[in-house]
């Protein structure tokens, strides 16, 4: 695999590349608490399928820049960096996202058309679903853990505690196809490095502070029109279904929607033969 970095303002943003140079792009967009090497089974996949794979770090994780305020996390501004990236592929790409990386990947292609030839998205609802979330209890029930990462310092410190042992079980420790411990001490060391921790919960201080639960105002993204595909591990802690079964209301372009039984949150690292037939089959 090759890397490098793409200036986005002043924000150097870390990718990582595998398969050739002058082939179609596929951009994967990670998120928490990952970083651009949770997409290694796809990459391989889409290389080998003869796609230029290319993988970024969200600003703030891995080798990414980590902007100290806490405003500069706000998904709007990862727009740049998207496009920094896509930019230097060409101008156009596929476009495939998860957790974070999906709420980055609908507002983007919802926002920026132009630039996504064809979007993919796993286990992150689209945003519309959310407008309905003050009154949704079971998700507001399952959302309870971007609460508690509000509080600054006190989260970072709970998580870290005992060899990071709450991060691994709260986060990692609910997949339903466990993965491997040698994986996991890979995100661990990651999240160890100074300042990598704060800068992941920056994302959820960004963009889902609390008083953002009291408001029934919220944004509304416009109609997506390129072929769309969301695939959802039906085991998911952190995100209901129901979220899940609305997306294609907001897409005018072709839709699917893939379920996956006795998977978790962590699809393309659980499922990942099943994730990379689909993705292959969707993107040709």
Same mark, same amino acid.
């Given at each position: 695999?090759?890397?490098?970095?793409?200036?986005?303002?002043?924000?150097?943003?870390?990718?990582?590349?595998?398969?050739?140079?002058?082939?179609?792009?596929?951009?994967?967009?990670?998120?928490?608490?990952?970083?651009?090497?949770?997409?290694?089974?796809?990459?391989?996949?889409?290389?080998?399928?003869?796609?230029?794979?290319?993988?970024?770090?969200?600003?703030?994780?891995?080798?990414?820049?980590?902007?100290?305020?806490?405003?500069?996390?706000?998904?709007?501004?990862?727009?740049?960096?998207?496009?920094?990236?896509?930019?230097?592929?060409?101008?156009?790409?596929?476009?495939?996202?998860?957790?974070?990386?999906?709420?980055?990947?609908?507002?983007?292609?919802?926002?920026?058309?132009?630039?996504?030839?064809?979007? +993919?998205? #796993?286990?992150?609802?689209? @945003?519309?679903? =959310?407008?309905? *979330?003050?009154?949704?209890?079971?998700? /507001?029930? %399952?959302?309870?853990?971007?609460?508690?990462?509000?509080?600054?310092?006190?989260?970072?410190?709970?998580?870290?505690?005992?060899?990071?042992?709450?991060?691994?079980?709260?986060?990692?420790?609910?997949?339903? +196809?466990? #993965?491997?411990?040698?994986? @996991?001490?890979? =995100?661990?060391? *990651?999240?160890?490095?100074?300042?990598? /921790?704060? %800068?992941?919960?920056?994302?959820?201080?960004?963009?889902?502070?609390?008083?953002?639960?009291?408001?029934?105002?919220?944004?509304?993204?416009?109609?997506?029109?390129?072929?769309?595909?969301?695939?959802?591990?039906?085991?998911?802690?952190?995100?209901?279904?129901?979220?899940?079964?609305?997306?294609?209301?907001?897409?005018?372009?072709?839709? %699917?929607?893939?379920?996956?039984?006795?998977?978790?949150?962590?699809?393309?690292?659980?499922?990942?033969?099943?994730?990379?037939?689909?993705?292959?089959?969707?993107?040709?």
């Amino acid at each position: 695999m090759r890397e490098r970095f793409v200036d986005s303002a002043g924000v150097r943003i870390h990718v990582v590349e595998d398969g050739p140079e002058d082939a179609t792009p596929v951009l994967f967009v990670h998120g928490f608490p990952e970083f651009w090497w949770s997409w290694r089974h796809q990459m391989k996949a889409c290389a080998d399928a003869g796609y230029r794979a290319v993988a970024m770090d969200l600003r703030g994780f891995g080798d990414s820049d980590k902007p100290d305020a806490v405003a500069d996390y706000a998904v709007a501004n990862s727009f740049n960096d998207v496009s920094a990236v896509i930019d230097s592929l060409g101008g156009r790409t596929a476009l495939v996202s998860h957790d974070w990386g999906g709420a980055v990947g609908w507002a983007y292609t919802a926002f920026v058309p132009d630039k996504v030839e064809r979007l +993919v998205v #796993l286990n992150a609802p689209h @945003v519309n679903s =959310y407008r309905d *979330l003050p009154h949704d209890m079971p998700q /507001l029930q %399952a959302s309870w853990y971007m609460f508690f990462f509000q509080f600054e310092g006190v989260a970072e410190d709970v998580l870290s505690r005992n060899g990071y042992e709450l991060l691994r079980e709260w986060f990692y420790g609910t997949a339903s +196809v466990p #993965l491997a411990e040698e994986d @996991v001490a890979k =995100y661990i060391e *990651l999240f160890a490095r100074p300042g990598a /921790l704060t %800068a992941g919960l920056n994302w959820y201080r960004a963009n889902v502070p609390p008083a953002s639960y009291l408001s029934d105002t919220r944004l509304e993204l416009p109609p997506i029109a390129c072929p769309t595909m969301l695939i959802w591990g039906l085991d998911d802690p952190y995100l209901t279904f129901d979220l899940a079964k609305t997306a294609g209301d907001h897409v005018t372009g072709p839709f %699917a929607l893939h379920a996956l039984a006795d998977t978790g949150h962590w699809v393309q690292q659980e499922r990942p033969d099943e994730v990379n037939e689909l993705l292959l089959d969707f993107l040709t």
